[in-house]
């Protein structure tokens, strides 16, 4: 049985492409090499920056010979179908046996392959490969046509056994396969050839190459861990750089390196970036004040001086990195300590959205949320306010400009240099936060104020102006922000009235985009969208605006804005029980507490908007219904409301008060009276403090007088007066239940 | 490797053994376009002579300007007029990685001590229409050169496929000669009688040039400029092929491109002066671009471009 020998040698492959790619080719090849019947024991691939190899061991040395026998139609059918029959399996009249059947006499076709050598399965499936590989981004170079990640140089393709090696004949576009391959690009370019997968390995590490990457990023990480431990220091753990740099090099040379005094109080975040970023060089930190003071940088390569030049190179080249660094740094600390109004200002010129104005507009309406949400969150207004107004002032920075993944902390740096409070300093670095299901919420009332407000307005203003996401299209990531909302509330217990906030803040821009596409004066638009805040609204008379107010804001912007509002609060809503379904509760029992009626239009009420109100009661409805006894309840409720919903439709009427005890004919509808006069009296203080808990179990607790009377009563009894008495009865359960979640919402 | 040349002495001898390489590889070495521009990739001699099945083969230095990277002189490596050294070759020979190399140890650099590296760069020129794949090449982490392989210009599919080299010229020679500060670099031999620093020819005109480029330079007078090159651009494309004067088939491509690179310097200036807002830039870039795709849809309809008579009929 032969091994197979893949090696696609090319000009240099970029590092986060390669493991992919050699996944890839193992993947195309072998699934090639088993569809055309040639199987094999063990598989392979590696990669380095300008090789990917396969190495297939235990290959059938032909494919076995396959025999398929295809039903045709009867002899005597119409010529046309016995035409089609033949041309489909190649062959012709003579050729096909006429068997008898039950049905008559019946063409059959007996199509033989014979066996291929492995050879000519090889090399039509390498070339297929190649051909249609699929790298994120190909090319083509010179006059050819081919396709490849870089220009496509050498293919080496050798089956070996016992017996020796051949080369597997190929060519794509010119490129003619081979046994010859080449060593490190500098330390051993001569060309070499091999005859097994063994062979090759021996050879390339004798010429400078380590083919498997794995072995290369252990390499690295090994001596820089060393490196760093002789020196009393530590790498800083990173496992996407080391993945990186093990695919830059074929032969890494770890190199530990100095940072000039200049720059060891950057702070360390840009010290990391800037050194990951432009040079890809690992930070290491002193062990004992965490200080970063060295680097590690790979090269590709030994040299007489045992890289003496190559480090004295990369020293250079970051200090005039980190002198940049620096630059940034104490040019945009002038700014910070001056105020930052310079800052703020530019951002009046940075367009957020065209419908939505600029950064600077928008951290307008921002800090005026942010002042708002401040008592509801339990932080100073002002504080708040200007949090809001600074929190993204470093965007502005140069720092940021450099290295945008630094926006946020810089913010934090730059507020904190300005002598303001910590706590509107960390705003700039928390605002952002959460950034998805498992980051940190924010804790801190001013950054939750911030946080809060920042995602508030750009759902709202996308809203207004149309820009929800649909599908997988979703370019101003709302749902991630709506998530961030949905998390921050919950996880800091805030109470707010979201779907009233959502319309204040909709209504505010919608009347803003209104006033602002008639063209009336910045000053009008303005004073108007300050008018025209709903809060104010009620009080709003007889102002010269009057009309224009009438005209948009109690017209067609208004029912917009109402319209708007729901759907965003609805959208939160979805994004709750997408949040909730991981933590184990059913997207039912959260419609069950959102309990909007069917068919009725969709609007706030104090049971759907408060999100932390909404979660703990889907909390206590869960809990209940895992119960026996919640469980049994719904189908008593079910029943309930089933028989009553029948008998309301027959008979055209309401059933909904009246029920007396005194029409109670058996013990069974007394103890249902007497257990309702209880549960109601426990559950509607309940409710009215949200003691959920109490309410619920209150209402599990009516399973077993509403069992046994569903057991032993008939509703519909002969005699009137009691049949109203009981569905009345009923009613009363209904109501009761609805009172504390919309039961009928409930699956199962 | 064995002979290495002599570390060169100056900015200049490092430009001259350029010129002479790749001149000894075959390359036409053109003088720089008689124009502004902000990188080599925009004389006519790559981006249009990229376009067409014509073979190609040229190398030059290249002036370029970069009003926003001003810094009065005073930043050790930017600079708003800066030069770029550039080959194009077409097609990309299959060995133009070691021509590349070849071409470095001219300039000294020794390839048995140093760590040469060809990191992943794609590039694009959104001005340009023009897209590539390739690297920038790294020696001792320090980017010294981009290295593309053209695959569209001007919106046109690149058949065959050139290869562009773009060196940095300041800072590579500052890494080869030693200099932390690019003013400080000798220029001429500096034994000469009159030895000449980088400083002493461009610190002045940094400072002249950073002052004008970010305070002064009207910017009611740049959008013009815009607007006319703009203008004259699409006026000459839309002119007939044939010459009413000489009777002549004369598709004035360059004479439209050279309306293209001043439209593009004018944005570039506009920019510097900060009069410019995110949203307008894409808008100003898209035109320019558009300028860039009718030359080069003129450009294919020329013999240098790739038409002949016999093509077209």
């Not at chain 1, 010290?271 to 060295?294: A, C």
């Not at chain 1, 029948?646 to 103890?671: L, M, N």
């Not at chain 2, 950073?210 to 013009?224: E, G, H, M, S």
Request: charged share 25%.
């Amino acid at each position: 049985m032969p091994d197979l020998l893949i090696e696609l040698f090319s000009e240099e492959i970029p590092a986060r492409m390669q493991k992919r790619a050699s996944e890839d080719l193992q993947k195309l090849v072998t699934n090639g090499l088993v569809e055309a019947g040639l199987t094999y024991a063990s598989a392979a691939a590696f990669s380095t920056p300008r090789r990917l190899v396969l190495t297939v061991e235990g290959l059938l040395g032909e494919s076995p010979t396959t025999r398929e026998e295809r039903k045709g139609p009867k002899a005597d059918a119409p010529e046309k179908a016995i035409e089609g029959f033949l041309r489909g399996a190649g062959l012709s009249r003579d050729q096909v046996e006429e068997r008898e059947t039950p049905k008559g006499n019946v063409l059959f076709a007996v199509i033989e392959k014979p066996g291929r050598p492995a050879a000519d399965i090889i090399a039509e499936v390498l070339e297929n490969t190649v051909r249609t590989f699929p790298w994120p981004k190909s090319m083509r170079w010179g006059g050819g046509a081919l396709k490849w990640v870089r220009p496509l140089q050498s293919i080496l393709c050798i089956l070996a056994d016992e017996a020796g090696h051949s080369v597997v004949p190929l060519d794509v576009d010119g490129i003619a396969s081979g046994d010859v391959t080449r060593g490190h690009r500098f330390m051993a370019p001569d060309p070499f050839s091999v005859t097994s997968f063994e062979d090759y390995s021996v050879k390339l590490k004798r010429a400078h190459v380590v083919l498997d990457p794995a072995e290369r990023a252990e390499a690295i990480w090994n001596d820089a861990t060393n490196m760093a431990f002789a020196s009393g220091l530590e790498v800083v753990e990173d496992a996407g750089l080391l993945a990186e740099v093990a695919g830059l090099v074929e032969w890494p040379v770890v190199l530990m390196g100095r940072i000039g005094d200049d720059f060891l109080e950057l702070p360390p975040e840009v010290l990391q970036t800037s050194m990951k970023e432009h040079q890809k060089f690992f930070s290491v930190r002193s062990t004992k004040t965490g200080r970063i003071e060295r680097f590690v940088t790979v090269a590709n390569r030994e040299t007489a001086d045992q890289g003496a030049t190559i480090l004295a190179g990369n020293e250079k080249v970051l200090s005039a990195r980190l002198a940049d660094a620096k630059f940034f740094w104490e040019n945009d600390l002038r700014v910070a300590k001056d105020d930052m109004s310079v800052w703020t200002q530019a951002l009046e010129n940075v367009t957020f959205h065209n419908k939505l104005g600029s950064q600077a507009d928008r951290i307008e309406r921002i800090a005026a949320l942010a002042r708002e949400l401040a008592s509801v969150v339990g932080a100073d207004p002002d504080q708040a306010e200007e949090a809001a107004r600074l929190a993204k002032a470093d965007l502005s920075s140069e720092m940021v400009y450099e290295f945008p993944e630094l926006q946020g902390l810089m913010g934090r740096y730059y507020i904190a240099a300005s002598g303001r409070d910590d706590a509107i300093a960390a705003a700039a670095q928390e605002h952002y936060s959460p950034l998805g299901p498992s980051d940190d919420v924010p804790t801190a009332p001013v950054s939750v104020a911030v946080a809060l407000a920042d995602k508030l307005d750009t759902l709202t203003g996308f809203w207004a102006i149309d820009e929800k996401p649909t599908g997988s299209k979703d370019p101003f990531a709302l749902r991630r922000a709506a998530l961030g909302v949905i998390r921050l509330v919950l996880e800091n217990r805030v109470r707010v009235p979201l779907g009233q906030w959502i319309f204040m803040r909709l209504a505010r821009t919608n009347v803003h985009i209104e006033f602002t596409s008639k063209k009336y004066s910045t000053d009008e638009v303005s004073k108007l969208v300050e008018q025209v805040d709903p809060e104010l609204a009620g009080q709003f008379r007889n102002s010269a605006f009057q009309q224009r107010y009438d005209h948009y804001v109690t017209g067609a912007t208004l029912k917009d804005s109402e319209a708007k509002s729901i759907d965003l609060l609805t959208f939160f809503h979805d994004r709750l029980k997408v949040y909730l379904r991981d933590q184990g509760i059913r997207h039912d029992i959260i419609d069950a507490c959102i309990s909007i009626p069917d068919g009725a239009p969709a609007v706030a009420t104090p049971n759907n908007d408060d999100l932390t109100l909404l979660v703990k009661r889907a909390k206590a409805l869960n809990e209940s219904l895992s119960t026996d006894d919640g469980e049994n309840l719904i189908q008593g409720f079910k029943r309930a409301n089933n028989i009553l919903t029948q008998a309301e439709d027959a008979d055209g009427v309401e059933y909904s008060y009246g029920a007396d005890v005194k029409f109670a004919e058996t013990d069974e509808e007394r103890t249902l009276f007497a257990a309702l006069d209880e549960a109601e009296a426990k559950i509607a203080p309940a409710m009215e403090t949200q003691d959920f808990t109490i309410a619920m179990s209150a209402m599990a607790k009516l399973r077993t007088p509403i069992d046994a009377f569903f057991e032993a009563v008939q509703i519909n009894a002969d005699n009137q007066t009691i049949r109203r008495n009981r569905l009345n009865l009923l009613s009363r359960i209904r109501t009761l239940c609805l009172s504390v979640a919309d039961l009928t919402k409930i699956e199962g | 490797m064995s002979d290495t040349p002599q570390t060169p002495r100056s900015f200049q001898e490092i430009i001259l053994r350029l010129q002479t390489y790749w001149a000894g590889k075959g390359c036409a070495v053109l003088q720089p376009y008689d124009m502004e521009v902000g990188a080599g990739t925009f004389h006519p001699a790559t981006t249009l002579r990229s376009l067409g099945t014509n073979p190609w083969s040229a190398a030059y230095v290249q002036p370029s300007r970069r009003p926003t990277d001003g810094r009065y002189g005073e930043n050790p490596n930017r600079l708003q007029h800066y030069y770029q050294y550039q080959v194009l070759i077409k097609p990309s020979p299959p060995d133009l990685q070691e021509l590349y190399l070849g071409s470095l140890e001219a300039i000294g650099i020794d390839m048995a001590l140093h760590d040469i590296r060809f990191v992943e760069d794609d590039w694009e020129s959104p001005t340009l229409g023009a897209w590539g794949l390739g690297w920038e090449v790294w020696c001792d982490g320090m980017e010294v050169s981009q290295f593309t392989y053209f695959q569209q210009v001007g919106g046109h599919d690149c058949h065959p496929v050139s290869g562009e080299l773009t060196y940095g010229l300041e800072r590579l020679a500052m890494y080869v000669l030693g200099v932390d500060h690019v003013m400080d670099m000798p220029f001429n031999d500096p034994d000469a009688g009159i030895a000449l620093s980088y400083g002493d020819i461009f610190k002045q005109t940094e400072e002249e040039y950073a002052r004008w480029n970010f305070d002064v330079a009207n910017t009611d007078v740049l959008l013009r400029q815009f607007e006319e090159a703009e203008a004259e651009c699409q006026k000459i494309l839309s002119l007939a092929a044939e010459d009413p004067k000489t009777g002549k088939r004369i598709v004035m491509a360059h004479p439209a491109y050279d309306q293209c690179i001043k439209a593009s310097h004018m944005f570039n200036l506009l920019d510097a002066r900060g009069v410019i807002s995110v949203t307008e830039r894409q808008a100003y870039i898209g035109r320019v671009r558009a300028l860039a795709k009718q030359c080069a849809d003129a450009f294919v309809q020329t013999r240098a471009g790739g038409w002949s008579p016999e093509a077209s009929a």
